[in-house]
């Protein structure tokens, strides 16, 4: 028998390769009025689909924006949030 290679099709760090927003059911939603933009839920965020920008509402202030082409609905960003600012709600 004769030794084969293996090689593997997938590779680390795709994920921004793959649209899995469809795979969700419920979606983060951020109320700006409680945020203090700590921006802990963007380090939590396994996919690195929260990104913190300027709010053109807010200005001068650093708020979460969510790119929901890639978040998965996981619900980290909501349990770590320390002001309770992010809400699961139904993604239909």
């Known amino acids: 028998m004769k030794n084969k290679k293996i090689t593997l099709v997938t590779k680390p760090n795709t994920a921004l390769n793959n649209k899995t927003g469809p795979w969700r059911n419920k979606k983060p939603e951020t ?3 409680i945020c203090i933009g700590c921006s802990m839920c963007s380090k939590v965020c396994p996919e690195n689909c929260i990104e913190m920008k300027e709010n053109i509402n807010y200005p001068g202030k650093i708020k979460p ?8 609905g996981c619900a980290l960003c909501v349990k770590e949030c320390p002001v309770k600012a992010i809400k699961m709600v139904n993604d239909f």
């Open 31 to 33: 109320d700006y009025n």
């Open 65 to 72: 924006v969510t790119d929901y082409d890639y978040c998965k």
